[in-house]
C-alpha cells in the first residue's frame, strides 16, 4: 500500500543549484507535516475544546435529567461512558468534515504534491487529530466530577492505552470516510454517525437495553469496545475490559488508517 | 547524462468519452521555460497533475530528471516543485513560516530555509506581510500576498524542474515584473521552467520555447519568434463595431488570413501588401459609423496563437480577456 519509488538521481557536484538539496529524512518530513497541520487547526483547537465541554455536559448532566433519583452506580456509567462519545464524535465527525473541507478548498490535493510520503502525510493528520481529541477525556472526566460526586479509580496504564488506541480507531475511520466518500455524502453520514454513537450506542446505557440481535452487532462495531476499554481505564476497579475489545479496535483502527492511505496513493 | 529534466511522451488521459491528453509529446532542458499555452479545459492542469502523480495517464511516458514519474510518482515529485493553480492552502500560517516549511520539506537546514524566506521576501517585495498570518475566509493576506507566498514556498528549495500554473493570478503588475525575474534566474540557475498560463502576453516576456495545446492536443511548439512567423508578413487589424451593429468583416475589398470575432472586437489578419486597401476600408467604415473604430499593426504572438486555437470557437472568449491586458 505505498508507491513504488526509485532511487533520485544523485546530486551532482558541479555546483548547479538545480539539484534537490538532499534526502529529507522521514521524521524531518513529519515534524514540517504537523507543524503545517497544527497551524491550520490551531485556531480551532480552543473552539474544539468548548465543544467537548458542552457535549459532556450535554451527555451528563441532559442525561441525568432524563433519569429522576439517579444513583451513584448509574452516574459512574454514564460519566465514564461521555469521553468515549466525545472522541468518536472528534474522530467520525469533526476529522470527516475537516478532512471533506480540505478536499473541496484544495488542501488534499496541495498536500499530495508535496514531497512526502502518502504515509508521513497521514500520521501527521492523524497526529494533530490525536491532539485535538484528547483533551475530550480530560473534560468529560471534569464535568462528571463536577456534576456527581465520582469514585473514579483510574488504571493509568490502561487508560492511556484506551485513549490513544480509541482516538487513533475513530480519526482513522472518520479520515477513510472522508477520503473514500465524495465530500457531500461524507459529511452526510458523519452526521447520521452522531446519532448512532450517542443514541444508539451501549455507552451511557448499558448494553443489556439492547435487542439481542442489536448487541451483536455492537460487539463488532468499534463502539461499545471503545467504551468498554475507556471504562476499565477509569474505573479500574467497577469495570473490567478484555483483550477481544482491545483487537476489534485494532482491527477497525489498521482497516481505517489502509483505507485511508489507499485514498491518499491513488491516481485517478 | 541528458539535461532533460522533463519528456512526456505521447501522453494520453482520458475520463470516459472525454480525451483531455491525446499523445501529448513536451521536452523541458535544464537551464529553459517553457510556456504551456492554451484555453481554459485545454488539457494543461490534466497534464501537470500526471506530472505530480495525482492522475495516472492512460498511455505514454513521463521522465523527471531520468526518474519515470508513471512508475515511480514519489520519486518524481520530489524532483519537481509545483506552483499549483489553486492558491497555497496557507490559513493559520504566515508567508515566512509557510516558506521555511517547504524549504524544509525539500530538504533545506533550518537555517538555510530561513534564508531562503527572507530573500525571496525582498526579492518579490511581500517583506511587509512576511509574518502577517493568513486567516480563513481570505482574510489576514490579500489574494496577490497569497500566490507570491506560494510562488516563494515552490521556489524556496532548488529543484530540477520548477511547475507554475498560472503563478501571477491575483498579483499586481509591479510584482509580477519581480516574479518574472525570479523565474528568469531560476533558469539562470539552471531549473527547467514549465509555465502554465492561458496570458500569452505575460508568457512572450518569459519563455524560450512554447508548447500550444488545443482541445487535448499539441497544435504548435517552437519559440516565440518562430510561432509568430507562422503568420509571415501579417499585419493585424482591429475593428470595434458599434453596440448592437452588423458585422461588415466577413465580406471585405481584400485578402484576410485569419479573422477572430470577440464580442465586438475582430481581429484580421491581412498580408502586408493588403495594407493600403485594409485602411482605406476601414477608414471609409468608421467615417460612415458602421464601425467605432480600428487599428493596424504587425501581427504577435498572441495573433498566431489566437489563429492556431480558433477552431475551438473558445477563441472569442479568450481574445476578450487576452487583449484585455495589453
Known sequence: MREQTAEAPAVPTDGTTAQPSATVGPWSSYASMVRWNVAQVGSMLPLVVVVQAVLAAGIIVGFGLVIPDIDPATALYLSTGAPTVLLMVVGLVIVPQGVARARTDGTFVFLRTLPVPRLTLLLADLTVWLLVALPSVAVAVLVGELRFDLALSPDWPVLLVATVLVTVTATSVGYAVAVTLPPVLAQLVSQVLVFFVMLFSPLTFPATQLPAWFRTVHEWLPVQPAGDLLRAGLASEVYSADARDVAVLAVWCVVGVLLSLRALVRRG | ?326
Open chain 2, 1 to 326: 547524462m541528458s539535461d532533460d529534466v522533463l519528456v512526456v511522451e505521447g501522453v494520453t488521459k482520458r475520463f470516459g468519452a472525454v480525451t483531455a491528453n491525446a499523445a501529448i509529446s513536451i521536452r523541458v532542458r535544464a537551464g529553459e521555460v517553457v510556456g504551456l499555452l492554451g484555453h481554459n479545459g485545454a488539457g494543461k492542469t490534466t497534464l501537470v497533475s500526471q506530472i505530480v502523480g495525482l492522475l495516472r495517464p492512460d498511455a505514454g511516458e513521463i521522465r523527471v530528471a531520468g526518474v519515470d514519474a508513471v512508475a515511480h510518482p514519489g520519486t518524481a515529485r520530489r524532483l519537481v516543485a509545483l506552483q499549483a493553480q489553486g492558491q497555497v492552502p496557507l490559513d493559520g500560517l504566515t508567508p515566512r513560516t509557510a516558506v521555511e516549511l517547504a524549504g524544509r520539506l525539500r530538504g533545506l537546514p533550518r537555517r538555510e530555509a530561513r534564508r531562503a524566506a527572507e530573500r525571496l521576501a525582498v526579492e518579490l517585495d511581500i517583506t511587509e506581510w512576511i509574518d502577517q498570518r493568513a486567516l480563513p475566509e481570505g482574510r489576514g493576506l490579500s489574494g496577490g500576498v497569497r500566490r507570491l507566498a506560494g510562488f516563494a514556498m515552490t521556489v524556496a528549495a532548488p529543484a530540477p524542474l520548477v511547475v507554475l500554473d498560472e503563478p501571477t493570478n491575483d498579483v499586481d503588475a509591479a510584482r509580477r515584473r519581480r516574479l518574472w525575474d525570479a523565474v528568469r534566474r531560476l533558469r539562470d540557475r539552471g531549473a527547467g521552467v514549465l509555465l502554465v498560463t492561458h496570458n500569452v502576453l505575460e508568457a512572450e516576456k518569459v519563455v524560450d520555447d512554447l508548447v500550444v495545446l488545443d482541445r487535448g492536443q499539441v497544435v504548435a511548439a517552437g519559440s516565440p519568434a518562430r510561432l509568430a512567423s507562422g503568420l509571415d508578413d501579417g499585419l493585424r487589424l482591429e475593428v470595434t463595431l458599434p453596440p448592437g451593429g452588423d458585422d461588415p468583416t466577413p465580406d471585405v475589398p481584400f485578402a484576410v488570413r485569419q479573422r477572430v470575432r470577440a464580442g465586438r472586437r475582430v481581429l484580421l489578419v491581412v498580408p502586408a501588401d493588403e495594407a493600403s486597401p485594409a485602411v482605406t476600408w476601414a477608414a471609409s467604415l468608421r467615417d460612415t459609423g458602421v464601425v467605432d473604430g480600428y487599428t493596424l499593426g504587425p501581427a504577435t504572438l498572441e495573433d498566431a496563437y489566437l489563429a492556431l486555437t480558433e477552431s475551438t470557437g473558445a477563441a472569442g472568449d479568450e481574445l476578450t480577456e487576452v487583449t484585455s491586458h495589453a
